[in-house]
């Protein structure tokens, strides 16, 4: 059963201009959601996070948008750059449940930035 | 500093041979530590979670197993691999309530021939 669904495979943006990914959640439990990037061969790297008390986090080009009541997430990077393609995973997480800690991730999105 | 280091990063290994992945964390205690698969065109899959020394959850019945000997040390094992269990196997632990979330090691890259 995905709790974290993310349900674009692939993205291609234009550099310059918006990629806007996108996250969708089933467990109304979850109060911390994240989101990492990872490059061919290596670990996923965190790139920014926000609590559900919030609905929306910017650091830099990245920012992240809640919308609790359709459990609904994204994130935004503004402008792309060539250096953004990579595969990146939306994650969620319940510290009121039973396995503190435990992240559940999206399938990922491949986003591909183009000059 | 709080590092985690995986290894090998590369392995390549006959079906039906043993397997030996460790992952260990310096810098921090009592770490929750997981184990976690990338198979070829899936997501994240948790296998394994660990919040102590000799305790062990498992989320997906397969032909795996973790052990905690140490407070640091994480090991992932088969004694027999399949094909299925090609991958990219990632170490990960929780690094902190303020903006907690995971560190992961470099990666293990298993093929199974």
């Known amino acids: 059963d995905q709790q974290v669904k993310q349900n674009s495979p692939s993205l291609s943006v234009q550099e310059g201009r918006i990629s806007i990914l996108n996250c969708d959640y089933t467990?109304?439990?979850?109060?911390?959601f994240l989101w990492y990037k990872k490059y061919p061969a290596e670990g996923p790297t965190f790139l920014i996070s926000?609590?559900?008390?919030?609905d929306k986090n910017e650091d830099g080009r990245f920012t992240v948008f809640l919308n609790k009541s359709a459990k609904h997430l994204s994130l935004h990077i503004v402008p792309s750059q060539p250096g953004d393609s990579a595969v990146y995973f939306c994650a969620a997480s319940a510290w009121r449940g039973s396995t503190l800690g435990r992240l559940y991730f999206g399938r990922g999105t491949q986003l591909t930035v183009w000059p | 500093s709080q590092t985690i280091h995986q290894w090998p990063a590369t392995l390549v290994q006959p079906v039906g041979s043993p397997l030996s992945l460790e992952c260990t964390v310096e810098g921090t205690s009592n770490p929750n530590l997981y184990w976690y698969r990338q198979a070829a065109g899936r997501g994240l899959q948790l296998l394994f979670y660990?919040?102590?020394?000799?305790?062990i959850s498992s989320e997906v019945p397969q032909n795996l197993s973790a052990s905690r000997p140490q407070d640091r040390q994480f090991i992932l094992s088969s004694k027999k691999l399949l094909l299925s269990d090609s991958g990219f196997y990632l170490c990960?632990?929780?690094?902190?309530?303020?903006?907690?979330?995971?560190?992961f090691g470099s990666g293990t890259r298993l093929t199974v021939v």
């Open positions: 926000i609590s559900s008390i919030k």
């Open positions: 990960a632990w929780v690094t902190g309530l303020k903006n907690y979330g995971y560190t």
């Open positions: 467990n109304s439990m979850f109060d911390y």
């Open positions: 660990s919040v102590g020394i000799g305790q």
